[in-house]
């Protein structure tokens, strides 16, 4: 099966500017994820979706950072305005289902987009 | 607010030596997933634990879920330099990965 796209690979701005990724998750998988991955750090969950519900945002920074999953397939992630410290590997993952918090299926990670903000 | 701590954070092992990881958590976990990240790639899923003392084999890997089900091991026999790589714990309650043990394995 076709794993996880992601668009674009790379990316490069200047501060202060907006920027978008999107996501196409494995076909069939309910349960779709954002992470954030600074260099040398384990992913941090942004949002997590559950077809198009968003089930835990609670780590997105909300001022600049807005996701969504409109028609329960797809995804883009938005930051606007960009920060120095945006600068990361943003990842997205899926899976079958996720039954609220005691079982998650296997998740499944996209290549990842690389933002370096100047 | 809950953390997933991994030590160690580095390991350089020579081929053929053993390595282990250990993640621990500050709140008890539904579940515990482990995953190897290769440089410059993204991570991987290797296995999920969900019961209390649970333990499971992948071939030279053993994973180890605690008792109170707050910490997880991952012991790897033989290391191969194909293991090279950074190895994630990621807990359940709310999804969070743990800090990361990066192995280095010498030839």
């Known amino acids: 099966e076709a794993g996880v796209a992601q668009s674009p690979r790379y990316k490069i701005i200047e501060k202060r500017q907006s920027v978008a990724f999107w996501c196409n998750p494995i076909?069939?998988?309910?349960?779709l994820y954002w992470y954030q991955q600074i260099l040398g750090q384990g992913p941090k969950l942004l949002i997590q979706f559950q077809n198009n519900g968003v089930v835990d945002d609670s780590q997105l920074p909300k001022d600049r950072f807005s996701a969504e999953r409109l028609k329960g397939v797809d995804s883009t992630l938005k930051i606007q305005p960009a920060k120095l410290e945006d600068s990361a590997v943003y990842l997205c993952?899926?899976?079958?289902?996720?039954?609220?918090?005691?079982?998650?299926?296997?998740?499944?990670f996209g290549p990842g987009t690389r933002l370096t903000v100047l | 607010g809950q953390q997933v701590m991994q030590i160690p954070q580095y390991q350089h092992v020579q081929e053929g030596e053993d390595f282990t990881t250990y993640c621990n958590s500050s709140t008890t976990l539904s579940n515990i997933q482990w995953y190897k990240q290769r440089p410059g790639g993204h991570p991987v899923f290797l296995i999920q634990?969900?019961?209390?003392?649970e333990v499971k084999k992948q071939k030279r890997l053993t994973f180890q879920f605690g008792e109170a089900k707050k910490n997880s091991s991952l012991h790897i026999t033989a290391t191969q330099t194909t293991d090279v790589g950074t190895y994630f714990c990621?807990?359940?309650?709310?999804?969070?990965f743990g800090t990361g043990t990066r192995l280095q394995v010498f030839p």
């Open positions: 634990l969900v019961k209390s003392g």
């Open positions: 076909s069939g998988h309910a349960t």
């Open positions: 993952a899926s899976s079958h289902y996720t039954l609220g918090d005691s079982i998650t299926d296997t998740q499944y």
């Open positions: 990621a807990g359940l309650m709310r999804l969070i």
